[in-house]
């Protein structure tokens, strides 16, 4: 594995997920893995999980970390290929990816959407211009369209905790009154297809995501009914796609709830997190015996352990 930027880049979703078991079970079974190393986590939007589980992961492989919210503590930077930078640009992204690749051995990087330039989100430009311009592996820490390492930590989650063989998988989307990127539900959706799972996205009209992504995934439209017989329910919310960046609806009957909970056979509720309550979900189920949205931010530190010991091995071929 060179760069991790996608669910795309799993090239054996088993042996990842071994590898992350094996981590979870014995962390510092590798401790020198990342000696001498440094990892530079670059941060655009705010984070909580993947910024503080990343360090954690790093520091158990005894790499160096370095962090920077880049959005206020850096130079503002250029990303337009022959701009004139006569504005309040400082920066441009060749020498900053560049100066970036001589402190740091892999750079991790989360960028959100701007949720009004769908072509330019799409083309992941901020972390496709860290790929092209710096010297070392990169790893979305959640770009614009991808969140890859959740994705890791949903499908270890559900490994966990499932009782049957091919379980019973629901994205659902929940009401929110922030218009939210597209990146969890992509990623979940990608893994999901990888996955040995029975999966069905359910949203109200309107709200289909990527044609590309959900191309060879159910869906419908009836929440009630995907939630029959579910092992798993993912509640997400995400903005417009078609309708790029808009809300069309915070419909509160799309809320999870006890109710639609009972639908279900006793799923586990899951969510990245942070979430809304009774906004999303509702306290009863977020704090119920079968949420498992602790469990799920838990194993963001195995997941980003196990892809961060992929590129390191990678890197000492
Ligand atoms: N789930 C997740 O990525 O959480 P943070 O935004 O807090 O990192």
Redesign the pocket.
């Known amino acids: 594995m060179k760069h991790f930027t996608s669910v795309n880049h799993i090239d054996d979703l088993d042996e990842l997920l071994l590898l992350a078991k094996q981590i979870k079970s014995n962390p510092y079974a590798n401790k020198t893995a990342g000696e001498n190393k440094t990892l530079g986590l670059l941060f655009f939007n705010p984070?909580?999980?993947?910024?503080l589980s990343t360090q954690k992961a790093a520091a158990n492989l005894g790499m160096n970390c370095i962090t920077m919210n880049l959005n206020n503590e850096g130079w503002s930077l250029e990303f337009e290929d022959g701009a004139v930078m006569d504005g309040d640009k400082a920066e441009h992204i060749k020498e900053a990816a560049q100066v970036i690749s001589q402190y740091c051995d892999i750079i991790a990087i989360r960028s959100f959407p701007s949720l009004t330039d769908k072509e330019k989100d799409e083309e992941e430009h901020v972390i496709n211009a860290f790929v092209q311009y710096a010297s070392v592996p990169v790893i979305s820490l959640?770009g614009a369209t991808e969140?890859p390492l959740?994705a890791v930590a949903d499908i270890l989650t559900i490994q966990e905790y499932k009782t049957t063989q091919k379980p019973k998988v629901v994205l659902t989307w929940a009401p929110h009154p922030k218009a939210l990127p597209h990146a969890v539900p992509n990623s979940f959706i990608k893994m999901m297809q990888l996955a040995n799972v029975d999966f069905v996205i359910t949203h109200p009209e309107g709200y289909e995501l990527n044609p590309e992504v959900t191309k060879n995934s159910t869906v419908t439209h009836n929440q009630e009914e995907a939630f029959k017989d579910a092992d798993f329910i993912y509640a997400k919310n995400w903005s417009n796609y078609n309708d790029y960046g808009q809300i069309l609806s915070q419909d509160a009957a799309w809320m999870v709830t006890p109710e639609k909970m009972a639908l279900t056979k006793q799923a586990k509720f899951m969510h990245?997190?942070?979430v809304r309550r009774n906004q999303v979900v509702s306290d009863a189920v977020l704090d119920g015996a079968d949420s498992i949205v602790i469990s799920q931010a838990n194993n963001r530190t195995y997941a980003a352990q196990a892809v961060l010991t992929k590129i390191l091995a990678h890197e000492s071929q």
């Open positions: 984070s909580l999980r993947t910024r959640e969140h959740q990245c997190l942070p």
